[in-house]
């Protein structure tokens, strides 16, 4: 009996190990990939730059979607991956765990573009594009939004 206690322990502790050095090896990463210029010359991820910080030179608020709903949300997070950890701790893999967080992360930084306190856009830009809603255009850069899991 004390053979198979110790073997067991064992084979806890080296599937734990394994665990944990795949989660420390991965990162969720969520943003906007750099892409090609547009027609424009700015890519989507130079635009969501311009927005996030914001560009006093050029009059544009900072508008916060990825930084401010990762502080937001942060207990969410961890309370995400601390369940997730419990629940699968000695299955083969984190990654399906990775995964499905930087889904929910992803879902809430999409949602932050219709659920936001934005300084509303300027009376040029309400003439030109027809709306006073910032960030929503023509979708472009909301829809360039991803949350990937990758090797660090």
């Known amino acids: 009996i004390m053979n198979i ?3 067991t ?31 424009d010359g700015a890519s989507q991820a130079y635009i969501a730059a311009i ?7 050029n009059n544009i608020p900072k508008r916060s ?41 992803q879902n809430d930084v999409l949602s932050k573009f219709t659920n936001n306190s934005w300084q509303a856009n300027a009376p040029s830009t309400v003439k030109q594009k027809g709306s006073s809603a910032p960030l929503i255009d023509t979708g472009e850069l909301r829809q360039s939004i991803r949350g990937i899991v990758r090797n660090k």
């Not at 927005?51 to 030179?57: A, K, L, T």
């Not at 990825?66 to 207990?75: K, V, Y």
């Not at 997730?84 to 967080?101: A, D, G, H, Q």
Request: proline content about 5%.
């Open 5 to 7: 206690t110790i073997t």
């Open 9 to 39: 322990i064992q084979n806890n502790v080296s599937a734990l190990t394994k665990y944990l050095t795949e989660l420390a090896r991965n990162e969720v990463a969520v943003g906007v990939p750099e892409t090609a210029p547009d027609k």
């Open 51 to 57: 927005h996030e910080f914001g560009s006093p030179r």
């Open 65 to 105: 979607f990825l930084a401010s709903t990762l502080n937001e949300n942060l207990g969410k997070y961890a309370n995400i991956l601390t369940n997730e950890i419990n629940n699968t701790v000695l299955k083969s893999s984190i990654i399906p765990s990775l995964k499905k967080l930087a889904i929910v992360v």
